[in-house]
């Protein structure tokens, strides 16, 4: 792949406060982030703007962090375990208790805040690749080749959900979508959509829809707010 250069352009939207807001004009006010500006690589992966308003922003060289002041960089550091497992980011979130997720090729990590260090999440000893989140009750979902995971607030601590028996089944899950009380929907992107059911455990590859080859990719198009009317549109694209 091509290397994409390209710079990020921040937009501040500030309000004043002496007036009623409704009669205030706003003011913009922009700031270019660039190597030049100490950002660590210019092709950008992800971008988080977290709850107290910093810029989380990740790239295939190290993570950055600019709190409207300051651009801070965070790489990884051979043999100290509380740094980035991977300076390749491929995503960044942030869960509903407010904890920062990265995900990197080689593994995914919790920001800790109060020490400003990283702790990597592991399962058998060995940090798990995470291509996709979902926020559940009670933690996170977290997928990727061949395995899913819950992590549990209650406990801090990574659950095994599924491992993959059949090498068939070894394939990332790009993303994640709630489709009822029980199942989650996952895209594959090029190897069809699976069925993941919350309560037994068991994944299920979504034949009618494979069977036609009609692999769609879904970057974009899965998102909470589709639930049931994404179902609808996988049934009438097999028909066709």
Same mark, same amino acid.
């Given at each position: 792949? %091509?290397?994409?250069?390209?710079?990020?352009?921040?937009?501040?939207?500030?309000?004043?406060?002496?007036?009623?807001?409704?009669?205030?004009?706003?003011?913009?006010?922009?700031?270019?982030? +660039?190597?030049?500006?100490? =950002?660590?690589?210019? !092709?950008?992966?992800? &971008?988080?703007? @977290?709850?107290?308003? /910093?810029?989380?922003?990740? $790239?295939?060289?190290?993570?950055?962090?600019?709190?409207?002041?300051?651009? !801070?960089?965070?790489?990884?550091?051979?043999?100290?375990?509380? $740094?980035?497992?991977? %300076?390749?980011?491929?995503?960044?979130?942030?869960?509903?208790?407010?904890?920062? *997720? &990265?995900? $990197?090729? +080689?593994?995914?990590?919790?920001?800790? #805040?109060?020490?400003?260090?990283?702790?990597?999440?592991? %399962? +058998?000893?060995?940090?798990?690749?995470?291509?996709?989140?979902? =926020? &559940?009750?009670?933690?996170?979902?977290?997928?990727?080749?061949?395995?899913?995971?819950? /992590?549990?607030?209650?406990?801090?601590?990574?659950?095994?959900?599924? /491992?993959?028996? @059949?090498?068939?089944?070894? $394939?990332?899950?790009?993303?994640?979508?709630?489709?009822?009380?029980?199942?989650?929907? =996952?895209?594959?992107?090029?190897?069809?959509?699976?069925?993941?059911?919350?309560?037994?455990?068991?994944?299920?590859?979504?034949?009618?829809?494979?069977? !036609?080859?009609? /692999?769609?990719?879904?970057? +974009?198009?899965?998102?909470?707010?589709?639930?049931? #009317?994404? *179902?609808?549109?996988?049934?009438?694209?097999?028909?066709?």
């Amino acid at each position: 792949m %091509n290397k994409i250069l390209f710079k990020i352009y921040l937009l501040s939207f500030f309000i004043g406060i002496a007036q009623p807001i409704w009669s205030q004009s706003p003011y913009y006010y922009y700031k270019q982030l +660039g190597i030049r500006e100490g =950002l660590s690589q210019s !092709k950008v992966q992800s &971008v988080l703007n @977290d709850h107290r308003g /910093y810029l989380w922003i990740g $790239t295939e060289a190290g993570l950055n962090c600019y709190d409207r002041d300051h651009l !801070k960089q965070y790489l990884h550091q051979p043999g100290d375990e509380k $740094t980035l497992p991977s %300076n390749n980011i491929t995503f960044i979130a942030e869960d509903s208790l407010c904890n920062l *997720w &990265v995900a $990197t090729m +080689g593994g995914i990590c919790l920001y800790d #805040r109060e020490n400003d260090n990283f702790r990597t999440l592991s %399962n +058998g000893g060995k940090p798990i690749y995470v291509a996709s989140y979902l =926020l &559940v009750e009670g933690g996170v979902l977290l997928s990727g080749s061949g395995a899913i995971y819950k /992590y549990a607030y209650a406990t801090n601590k990574l659950e095994p959900l599924y /491992y993959a028996q @059949d090498p068939a089944y070894y $394939t990332p899950f790009w993303q994640m979508i709630r489709f009822d009380d029980e199942n989650i929907l =996952l895209n594959s992107r090029w190897h069809g959509i699976y069925s993941f059911n919350m309560r037994t455990y068991e994944l299920k590859k979504i034949e009618s829809f494979t069977e !036609k080859k009609l /692999y769609l990719h879904l970057s +974009g198009l899965l998102s909470p707010s589709l639930g049931k #009317r994404l *179902w609808q549109r996988i049934v009438l694209l097999s028909r066709r």
